[in-house]
């Protein structure tokens, strides 16, 4: 299976704050860090309305959300589709009182840590989603001064 991941947009510009290449290289080595191999991830960003009629077509939701991914992993080998609104995360960002780069990371992360498997729905497991984000962003951070 190849390795790939694909950045587009709907919309909206694709955010000058990512540096696509370091981002696919960090979605590896994360999926690694799970024991999985990297197949094909496509981050499609989006503004509000757009997530909004996502969440209503295919998840039956009537709210807005900052991610939603589509799951097409087989075994160990990772693939989807993740919808992140831009809207959303910068919203997100100003509540949180964070930059908006440290959460458009968070949200990107975030996906490629569902398609690992780690939940966040359930009793407790929005504490370790939360924590693998963390080790994610802290990753990513190193990645960031070893280029330096």
Same mark, same amino acid.
């Given at each position: 299976m190849n390795s790939s991941v694909t950045f587009l947009s709907e919309g909206v510009q694709?955010? &000058? &704050?990512?540096?696509q290449a370091m981002v696919s290289e960090w979605v590896e080595c994360v &999926?690694?860090?799970?024991?999985?191999?990297?197949?094909?991830?496509?981050?499609?960003?989006?503004?509000?309305?757009?997530?909004?009629?996502?969440n209503r077509q295919f998840l039956?939701?009537?709210?807005?959300?900052?991610?939603?991914?589509?799951?097409?992993?087989?075994?160990?080998?990772?693939?989807?589709?993740?919808?992140?609104?831009?809207?959303?995360?910068?919203?997100?960002?100003?509540?949180?009182?964070?930059?908006?780069?440290?959460?458009?990371?968070?949200?990107?992360?975030?996906?490629i840590l569902h398609l690992c498997g780690i939940n966040d729905k359930g009793p407790g497991e929005r504490e370790v989603m939360e924590a693998a984000e963390n080790r994610a962003l802290a990753l990513l951070a190193s990645m960031n001064n070893e280029q330096k």
């Open positions: 694709i955010p &000058a &704050a990512l540096n &999926a690694r860090s799970y024991a999985k191999e990297l197949g094909r991830v496509t981050y499609i960003f989006v503004g509000d309305e757009r997530i909004l009629e996502v039956g939701h009537d709210y807005y959300t900052d991610i939603i991914t589509f799951d097409y992993t087989e075994g160990k080998h990772i693939s989807g589709d993740l919808f992140i609104s831009l809207d959303t995360v910068r919203s997100n960002a100003e509540q949180l009182g964070v930059p908006y780069g440290n959460e458009l990371h968070r949200v990107v992360i975030h996906g």
